[in-house]
Nanobody
Framework: QIQLVESGGGLVQPGGSLRLSCSAS????????MGWYRQAPGKQRELVAY???????NYADSVKGRFTISRDNAKNTVYLQMNSLKPEDTAVYSC???????????????WGQGTQVTVSS
């Protein structure tokens, strides 16, 4: 009943930039925190950044100063601007969100399907 769809991944050279987007749709009453995670091959999934409904943000140390998370509450969309990309940023990036359903008023921790980001020359 709630779907998250990411876009914006791809191949980029070291030092380049990408902007990821994640839009939520379906039976949405409200959305609380939205975030981005990533998982590289052979590694555990890790938190990249999250943003609360009032705009408070938090970043992994490895991306501070290079990545910026933002959201458009009217569009139920969260963004991740990634600058100065490094090969070690290569991973599948997934978004998630705490969504309150308009059908049953319950909260659901929803995930997108993921988008591949590859940083390579």
């Amino acid at each position: 009943q709630i779907q998250l769809v990411e876009s914006g991944g791809g191949l980029v050279q070291p030092g380049g930039s990408l902007r990821l987007s994640c839009s939520a749709s379906g039976s949405i009453f409200s959305i609380n925190t939205m975030g981005w995670y990533r998982q590289a091959p052979g590694k555990q999934r890790e938190l990249v950044a999250y943003i609360t409904v009032v705009g408070t943000t938090n970043y992994a140390d490895s991306v501070k100063g290079r990545f910026t998370i933002s959201r458009d509450n009217a569009k139920n969309t969260v963004y991740l601007q990634m600058n100065s990309l490094k090969p070690e940023d290569t991973a599948v990036y997934s978004c998630n969100a705490d969504v309150r359903s308009s059908r049953d008023s319950k909260w659901y921790y929803s995930w997108g399907q993921g988008t591949q980001v590859t940083v390579s020359s």
